[in-house]
């Protein structure tokens, strides 16, 4: 997505996966797994993945406005995917100051990059404002959006593939791994 705006949420964009890999750091620190902790994350975590990589097939970046598949719930799956996995993340390492820093980088983080970017597409897309009054911004409604376009086509592996969506399943497992392996180094 072209960057649109001034002030802090072309800063926040900007940081935002830098500062992701920082937080993966203080992550694994502050973890304290139990086996039972990381089935309950991943309960949100596997959804919160599905979520990602079926929006990341169907959202034509910059070229056309994605209302189907997720994006027919929610204007925001892809935020919606990454809050389950830091849900579910947070729940695994067990460890309220995790939860805590989680929180704070939603609102200061994803909230403004989201607001930058609905401005991006209420420029781009004038079709924008109707899909905005009838489809919710984070959390998803349980009928699809009506004018969702059908002859757009399904999901398309080579968008996923174009995103490099796959990323977002390397990196959960990446830290599943660690928690493990922290979680056995501790014998908790």
Excluded: C, D
Excluded at 42 to 65: D, Q, T, W, Y
């Amino acid at each position: 997505m072209a960057e649109s705006s001034a002030g802090w949420p072309k800063i926040a964009r900007r940081i935002r996966v830098p500062l992701g890999f920082g937080f993966a750091v203080l992550y694994l620190w502050l973890a304290h797994p139990t086996w039972s902790f990381i089935g309950f994350g991943a309960i949100a975590i596997v959804p919160g993945l599905l979520i990602r990589g079926l929006a990341s097939g169907h959202v034509r970046k910059n070229e056309a406005l994605a209302t189907t598949g997720p994006y027919a719930y929610t204007r925001n799956p892809l935020y919606l995917g990454s809050l389950l996995i830091g849900v579910g993340f947070a729940i695994a390492a067990r460890s309220w100051w995790i939860g805590l820093a989680l929180t704070l980088m939603l609102f200061a983080i994803y909230v403004p990059v989201i607001h930058g970017e609905e401005k991006f597409l209420r420029e781009k897309f004038p079709e924008f404002e109707e899909y905005a009054r009838n489809v919710p911004r984070m959390f998803p409604k349980f009928t699809a959006y009506a004018r969702a376009e059908q002859g757009s086509g399904g999901f398309s592996l080579e968008l996923y593939r174009k995103h490099r969506e796959y990323n977002a399943l390397m990196g959960a497992l990446l830290i599943l791994a660690a928690l493990i392996a922290k979680k056995e180094l501790l014998k908790q």
